[in-house]
C-alpha cells in the first residue's frame, strides 16, 4: 500500500498501470510518502528521482495522484490511460463517449505529462470559442501553481510563486514555465476557433477539445465555418508539430465525422482514432465499459442524445425514422406504364458562395390508383442530389424535365425572397415549354411554418414503412445510395433528396386516385376513356 501525495493505492496484479510498481517500491524502500513528509524528503534527491520517473512514464499516475481524480482507479480508466500513453504521439483522433474522461486523461493529465518531459513544448488548446477553451487551461494551469507535490518533483520546470516569478501568469496571455529556450509562445494557452484566434504564433502541440456543441450540430452554417476555421489553424503549427483532437460527435456532418472520413494523398486515414462508446459493443443494450448500468439506463430517456453523446452514433439502427431498408428497387421495365408524373425542385439556394448543400431534383410518377388504405404507389424515376453551381442546377432542371415526357406538374421550393421559379421558367421557355401558376402546371412549394424534418417526416414515414415508395434502378448508382443515405442519417445529416421527395404528396392534395380498374373488359374500357379524357391536372380520377 502506497499513499502518494495523500491518495492511498494499492497495485493490483495483473493491472497494467503503465509503471513498474515493484520497481518503485524497491526504489522507496517500502516507506509511505505523501506530502505531509515533503519537508523530511526535501533533500533526498533519489526520492524526488523515483517521483519524476514516475509522473513521466505513467500518464494514469498524473490522473491518480497529481489530478486526483476519484474514478481513476477503475479498470477501463487505467487500461484506457495505457492505450493512449502507448500511442501515437500525434495526429490521433480521440472520440469517446461523454463522462468517461477523455478531456480529463488526454487534455488535461496528457498535456501536463508533456511538459513535464519537455518544458520547452509551446501547446495552444483550441475550442470553438475561447471560454470553451479556458475551462480546460484553468485546471492546468490550477494544478501547476497549486500542486505543492508537483513542484517539489519538478523545480527545475514549475515556479514556486509563478504569479510572481513566471514572466508571463494569465489566462489572456497564457503561462511560461521555466525554460532554457526565448521562443515567443507561451508554455500554454487557449483560443477559440470561431473567435479570438492567435496570429503570429506557431505551436508544437495544438489540442481541440470542445470544438464542437449541440448548438453548433444545429447550423449548418456554422458547421462550415467551423471546418475553415479548423484548416486555418493549422497554420498556428510548426514542421514536425503535433496535434490532438478530442470530442463527442452530434451530427454526420461535423467537424469531428469530417476528420474521421479525411484521406491523406495515399488514402490512408489522416488520424488515429481511437472510438470509444459507452457500450462494450457500442450497441444499445450492450453492457457499460465504466459508468454504470442504472446511469447508463437514465441516459437513454433521451434516445438521440444517448445515441450521440454515448453510443458516438447520431442516428444508430433502433431510432432511425426512415429505414433504408423499405425503399424499394424496381427494374425500369417494372415501373407502371401510367403514372401520373410530377417534377419537384429543392435548390441549394442562391448565395454563390455556400458549401455542402446540394440540389435536389426528382421526377415521381404516381400510380393513380389507390389501395384499401387509401395510399398510392410511388416511383422515383429520376433523381439528381448534386452540389453544383446556380447555372448547371438551372440547366439540368430543364434537362430532367424535358426527358420525362408529361409532367403535370412542376414543384420549385419557394423560400424567402428565392427567384428559382423565374430562372426555370424562362429557361423552360426558351425550349418551348411554357407554364404557370395560373395553369397549375407550376407550383410554389412553402414549407408553410414546418420545419423540414417534421415535413419530411410526416410526409415519409407512413408510404415507406408500407411498401409504397419505389426508386427505379434506372437511376444512377450514386443518386440511390445518396438517398438511402440520408434515410439512415436522417435528421441529423444532409436531407436535400428526401426534402424533394416528401414535396410529392403536397403536390397530391389536390388529388384523389380511385380504386385499381377491374379485369373485366367493360369496366376496364371505362377507364380507359377517363384516362385518355383527363386533362386537367387538378381534376380526379373515377373510374
Known amino acids: 500500500m502506497f499513499t502518494i501525495n495523500g491518495v492511498k493505492f494499492k ?32 533533500q533526498d534527491e533519489n526520492t524526488r528521482r523515483v517521483f519524476r520517473g514516475m509522473l513521466r512514464d505513467s500518464l494514469w499516475a498524473i490522473t491518480a495522484f497529481v489530478l486526483k481524480i476519484p474514478c481513476a482507479f477503475h479498470p477501463w480508466w487505467v487500461a484506457t490511460c495505457r492505450e493512449v500513453q502507448i500511442g501515437p504521439m500525434t495526429n490521433t483522433l480521440d472520440i469517446w463517449a461523454r463522462g468517461h474522461g477523455k478531456s480529463s486523461i488526454v487534455t488535461s493529465a496528457r498535456t501536463i505529462q508533456v511538459l513535464l518531459n519537455d518544458p520547452e513544448e509551446s501547446i495552444c488548446i483550441f475550442s470553438y470559442t475561447k471560454s470553451a477553451a479556458l475551462k480546460f487551461f484553468q485546471q492546468i494551469k490550477f494544478t501547476l501553481e497549486s500542486s505543492e507535490f508537483l513542484k517539489w518533483v519538478f523545480p527545475d520546470i514549475l515556479w514556486a510563486n509563478p504569479h510572481v516569478e513566471a514572466p508571463k501568469w494569465s489566462e489572456e496571455n497564457g503561462i511560461f514555465v521555466k525554460r532554457k529556450g ?46 475553415e476555421r479548423f484548416d486555418m489553424s493549422e497554420n498556428l503549427g510548426k514542421d514536425g508539430g503535433k496535434k490532438w483532437i478530442i470530442g463527442t460527435p452530434y451530427h454526420h456532418e461535423d467537424l469531428l465525422s469530417m476528420l474521421r472520413n479525411r484521406k491523406k494523398p495515399n488514402g490512408d486515414p489522416s488520424y488515429h482514432l481511437r472510438l ?6 457500442g450497441a444499445w443494450n450492450g453492457k457499460p465499459v465504466f459508468i454504470s448500468q442504472e446511469y447508463l439506463d437514465e441516459l437513454k430517456q433521451n434516445r438521440r442524445k444517448f445515441s450521440s453523446q454515448q453510443l458516438l452514433n447520431p442516428t444508430p439502427v433502433e431510432i432511425q425514422r426512415l429505414s433504408p431498408d423499405f425503399l424499394r428497387d424496381v427494374a425500369p421495365q417494372d415501373v407502371p406504364d401510367r403514372l401520373y ?22 421526377v415521381i410518377g404516381v400510380d393513380p390508383y389507390r389501395d384499401d388504405l387509401g395510399a398510392s404507389d410511388i416511383f422515383i424515376t429520376d433523381l439528381v442530389i448534386e452540389e453544383m453551381g446556380y447555372e448547371d442546377a438551372i440547366r439540368e432542371v430543364v434537362e430532367m424535365y424535358s426527358r420525362n415526357g408529361r ?32 395553369d397549375g402546371t407550376l407550383v410554389m412549394l412553402r414549407p408553410g411554418g414546418r420545419s423540414k424534418a417534421s415535413r419530411i417526416e410526416s410526409n415519409l414515414v407512413w408510404p415507406l414503412n408500407n411498401g409504397k415508395v419505389h426508386i427505379s434502378r434506372a437511376v444512377p448508382d450514386v443518386y440511390r445510395a445518396r438517398l438511402r443515405s440520408e434515410m439512415e442519417k436522417f435528421p441529423m445529416w444532409h436531407d436535400d433528396g428526401l426534402d424533394a421527395v416528401s414535396y410529392v404528396y403536397d403536390l ?21 376513356e377517363n384516362w385518355q379524357r383527363q386533362r386537367n391536372p387538378n381534376r380526379w380520377l373515377t373510374v
Open 276 to 281: 470509444k462508446p459507452a457500450t462494450e459493443d
Open 508 to 528: 397530391l392534395r389536390n388529388y384523389r386516385f380511385g380504386t385499381r380498374p377491374s379485369d373485366e373488359p367493360v369496366k376496364r374500357k371505362v377507364w380507359l
Open 407 to 438: 409532367i403535370l406538374q412542376l414543384g420549385v421550393e419557394k423560400v424567402a425572397l428565392s427567384t428559382t421559379e423565374v430562372h426555370v421558367l424562362n429557361a423552360l421557355r426558351s425550349r418551348g415549354k411554357y407554364l404557370s401558376i395560373e
Open 11 to 42: 497495485p493490483i496484479a495483473g493491472v497494467d498501470y503503465g509503471y513498474d510498481w515493484a520497481a518503485f517500491d524497491r526504489a522507496m524502500d517500502e516507506r509511505p510518502y505523501d506530502e505531509k513528509l515533503k519537508r523530511e524528503l526535501t
Open 341 to 362: 408524373r410530377f417534377m419537384v425542385v429543392d435548390p441549394a439556394g442562391e448565395r454563390r458562395d455556400r458549401t455542402g448543400d446540394c440540389w435536389a431534383m426528382a
Open 182 to 227: 526565448f521562443q515567443k509562445e507561451p508554455t500554454l494557452m487557449a483560443s477559440g476557433l470561431l473567435e479570438a484566434m492567435p496570429t503570429g504564433m506557431h505551436f508544437s502541440l495544438r489540442i481541440y477539445d470542445d470544438v464542437m456543441v449541440e448548438d453548433i450540430a444545429d447550423n449548418p452554417e456554422t458547421i462550415e465555418k467551423l471546418k
